[in-house]
């Protein structure tokens, strides 16, 4: 399994430029996620997905937006790139939660993101 | 809303010492989970612990414990026998009652491991 992929590994953006960061699992997670790691910070959830068609805000959303059209996929858009989101972007997946079970999110790689 | 604490920005440890690494948390939910993570300078996030709020027992996976005190909302990580390859970033992170699926991170202790 090649767990949690994520691509590119690094981009710079003109300001008002758009991209999508590309996420993709193989482990049938139902739950997907997007977080922003600014420097010398913890990261900050930015978008989730509990499954499908299904998702919602985190704690830092705007300026972004997501879709989930199939279990393994769960892009991030930006559409007007500006320099407050320079950062390190880390997409993460995890297996619907057991009573009493371990559990863990898995972590891709990260994105490193640059707008000039 | 959920809250991690962390208040260690960086600690020094000599190799072979065991250390602790301070993490408090906050929620209102009578269910949650307590996560640690290690980045290393690479950058990538490597899960290495998890603690269940209703786990009677302590966590532990290898060389790393967490010391769970739920009466004071304490999660705190415990390397024993330091090496060097432990120097990283370690996140404490929390999530919250089911459909309360977010985790929410503290701001990291810098581990340097001294030979």
């Known amino acids: 399994n090649a767990g949690v992929t994520q691509t590119p590994k690094f981009r710079i953006l003109k300001i008002g430029q758009s991209m999508t960061l590309q996420c993709t699992q193989d482990m049938n997670h139902n739950y997907m996620y997007w977080y922003r790691q600014d420097p010398g910070m913890g990261l900050k959830l930015i978008y989730y997905?509990?499954?499908?068609?299904?998702?919602d805000k985190g704690e830092v959303p705007n300026g972004y937006n997501v879709s989930r059209s199939t279990t393994e996929d769960f892009p991030l858009r930006l559409e007007l790139a500006a320099p407050s989101q320079t950062s390190v972007y880390f997409c993460?997946?995890?297996?619907?939660?057991?009573?009493?079970?371990?559990?863990?999110?898995?972590f891709g790689p990260g994105t490193r993101l640059l707008v000039l | 809303a959920q809250k991690i604490t962390q208040t260690q920005p960086g600690m020094f440890v000599q190799e072979k010492e065991a250390v602790t690494l301070d993490c408090t948390y906050d929620?209102?939910?009578?269910?949650?989970?307590l996560f640690w993570y290690k980045q290393p300078s690479s950058g990538e996030m490597i899960f290495l612990i998890y603690q269940g709020s209703y786990d009677e027992q302590n966590a532990t996976e290898g060389r790393y414990s967490l010391n769970f005190q739920k009466a004071r909302k304490s999660a705190n990580l415990v390397i024993s026998a330091s090496q060097l390859g432990d120097s990283a970033m370690y996140f404490c992170a929390m999530r919250g009652d089911f459909g309360n699926e977010k985790l929410t991170f503290g701001t990291g202790t810098r581990l340097t491991i001294i030979p």
């Open positions: 929620t209102s939910d009578q269910s949650y989970g």
């Open positions: 997905s509990v499954g499908a068609g299904i998702t």
């Open positions: 993460a997946s995890s297996s619907i939660r057991l009573a009493g079970g371990t559990e863990t999110q898995y």
